[in-house]
């Protein structure tokens, strides 16, 4: 079904404007007859449209870039490959890399929400639906850009302008809440399906309903350092009413990939989005380039006896792994005699820190192969493969990421029960009128964050045990983490930053909105001159993305309109309009 609908899609989509020009070329009604393509339409379902602006969230593989290259650096979750050493790491601005989330979802999603939208006021359901989507990428786009065309494009692609303004972003937000609030109340006001709904939804009104509300409660939370009243305001409206919003896994939102082999680069030039795209991106195109998780990560976990430590955290020898989609085979998982072997020889566990490839700071695999025995066992047994060489064993020894989250078939997150507990949480701390308590709303979002990963990415022993997690709780409260407003945003929203290591767009937003936690101040690292490139005398870490380059030529007035608004420069160390203060650091 989705492939079918996908591809239709597709075809429809980019033959539209061909056949148009085809048949203003041509005024003889016979060469009009052999301009047309019978097997192509003029008309493209809104379902259909849904549907492609669904899939391509997380299953545009180029657009993914911008995620390891910058946003999963910058957020501290993960370190280590060279993409995100070389660019977010060593902050350097790369126009190929930072436009594409801007390039690719205003030129396929964006595209077709705004075509579809204007096609479907006679289904109000499906209408609604289309609308909460544009909300979400919207935010996703402003959110990583600042000032960006939004309302200057709320209309159809024949009533657009190619110089778009770029609307302030709390104009933005401002449509937000009054567009949410609309399609919240327009859902279930017709008899049309939304057929076209790839997430686990299937079209529930109801659902989507829930969805669209929790996702004012997180846009308020995100304006309340900077508009606190109309936050509290905005927050309580919905929050009033424990109908209104997620309060369950069983409403959680996220859309579905397929078991599906990758697809790469080809995919994204196809508009191929079946499968989760940054899992992809995070496995790697080789053996050579796996993700890695950084220390920051790490050490919050390590520190804390997280039961999620080792359910993320695993030692791969992957000379054998499959390039099609991971496997447990060829993705040999040493980590228990890895951690057995540091353990005997009074070692510490060395992840990758900020800025840093996994071959800096170099660490030795073990001299003796036979200290780690199914790697001696592999050697002996098949030589010729070269388990041994390559610096493989030295790769080994850092903690990479779990490719059970690497699945081509893995959730496109987009707002979880655990999110909106932290935001309940922290809302209570605000003195925001919230039904339960902060306390409760903490503990059950740690909970929730952690049966997410059991429910949707861990497999085998990697699926956490509940006594493990309740430990882990009973523990984090024995600090008394939410003692104060102050600790309790902190406290909140680092397991807010765990729970959004799988969505770096809200891991990001959320992180500079809070500035919690505590990162590694990536100024005061170490440079490694000869591997990577240094370009901005100001290494903290950005807190924003460059506009892409040819927007200056395209749409220069509008560009340098908004560069003017940040001081004439397009600065990427200049904070959002809701992001109040530095994000803290140690």
């Not at 009533?159 to 303004?165: I, R, S, Y």
């Not at 909106?420 to 919230?434: G, I």
Request: hydrophobic residues 35%; charged residues 25%.
């Amino acid at each position: 079904m989705i492939t079918n609908i996908f591809k239709n899609t597709i075809a429809a989509c980019s033959l539209c404007c061909g056949i148009a020009v085809g048949l203003t070329a041509c005024s003889d009604s016979y060469m009009e007859g052999l301009n047309e393509d019978d097997t192509k339409t003029l008309t493209v379902d809104p379902n259909a449209q849904l549907t492609t602006s669904l899939l391509q969230t997380y299953g545009d593989f180029g657009l993914m870039d911008t995620y390891r290259s910058y946003i999963t650096g910058f957020t501290q979750h993960f370190a280590g490959g060279w993409n995100v050493s070389n660019y977010g790491g060593s902050v350097h601005a790369f126009d190929d890399q930072t436009r594409l989330i801007w390039d690719q979802y205003y030129s396929v999603a964006i595209k077709n929400l705004r075509d579809a939208i204007a096609h479907s006021e006679d289904r109000p359901n499906l209408n609604a639906v289309l609308r909460i989507h544009r909300v979400y990428l919207m935010s996703v786009i402003t959110d990583t850009y600042g000032d960006v065309p939004c309302l200057s494009i709320n209309t159809s692609l024949e009533e657009g302008t190619p110089t778009p303004k770029y609307d302030k972003q709390k104009d933005i937000y401002d449509f937000f809440f009054t567009e949410l609030k609309a399609c919240a109340d327009q859902l279930g006001t017709g008899n049309d399906n939304v057929t076209g709904d790839v997430t686990n939804y299937g079209g529930d009104t109801d659902k989507w309903k829930k969805y669209a509300n929790s996702l004012r409660l997180r846009f308020a939370m995100r304006i309340s350092d900077v508009e606190p009243e109309k936050a509290k305001a905005e927050f309580e409206a919905v929050a009033a009413d424990e109908a209104n919003y997620i309060t369950s896994a069983d409403d959680d939102a996220f859309i579905k990939y397929t078991n599906s082999p990758f697809t790469l680069y080809d995919g994204s030039r196809d508009q191929d989005y079946r499968v989760n795209a940054l899992g992809e991106m995070l496995y790697g195109q080789d053996p050579t380039s796996p993700t890695f998780v950084c220390s920051t990560l790490f050490d919050y976990m390590n520190d804390n006896n997280d039961p999620r430590l080792y359910s993320i955290c695993r030692h791969y020898n992957n000379v054998k792994r499959s390039e099609i989609k991971p496997d447990k085979e060829g993705n040999v998982d040493l980590t228990n005699e890895v951690l057995a072997y540091l353990k005997k020889k009074d070692m510490a566990e060395a992840p990758c820190k900020p800025g840093a490839a996994w071959w800096n700071n170099w660490i030795n695999g073990p001299d003796n192969l036979d200290d780690i025995p199914t790697l001696a066992k592999l050697v002996k047994m098949f030589p010729e493969v070269g388990y041994e060489k390559n610096n493989f064993p030295a790769r080994m020894m850092r903690p990479a990421l779990s490719i059970d989250f690497c699945q081509p078939d893995r959730p496109g997150i987009l707002m979880t029960s655990a999110e909106v507990n932290f935001l309940l949480a922290e809302a209570y701390t605000k003195d925001w009128k919230v039904n339960g308590t902060a306390v409760d709303h903490f503990k059950t979002g740690i909970k929730e964050a952690m049966q997410l990963l059991n429910k949707h990415y861990l497999t085998d022993e990697a699926i956490m045990q509940q006594a493990d997690i309740d430990a882990y709780i009973a523990n984090i409260m024995a600090g008394d983490p939410l003692k104060n407003a102050d600790k309790a945003r902190e406290s909140i929203n680092l397991q807010a930053w765990i729970l959004h290591m799988m969505n770096p767009a809200e891991g990001w937003a959320n992180l500079r909105r809070s500035d919690y936690p505590v990162l590694t101040d990536r100024s005061k690292l170490d440079k490694f001159l000869s591997d990577f490139t240094y370009d901005d005398d100001n290494l903290t870490t950005p807190v924003r993305l460059c506009y892409p380059i040819l927007e200056k030529k395209y749409n220069g007035e509008n560009y340098q309109e908004a560069l003017d608004r940040m001081g004439g420069k397009d600065d990427w160390h200049h904070r959002m309009w809701w992001d109040a203060f530095d994000i803290n650091v140690k």
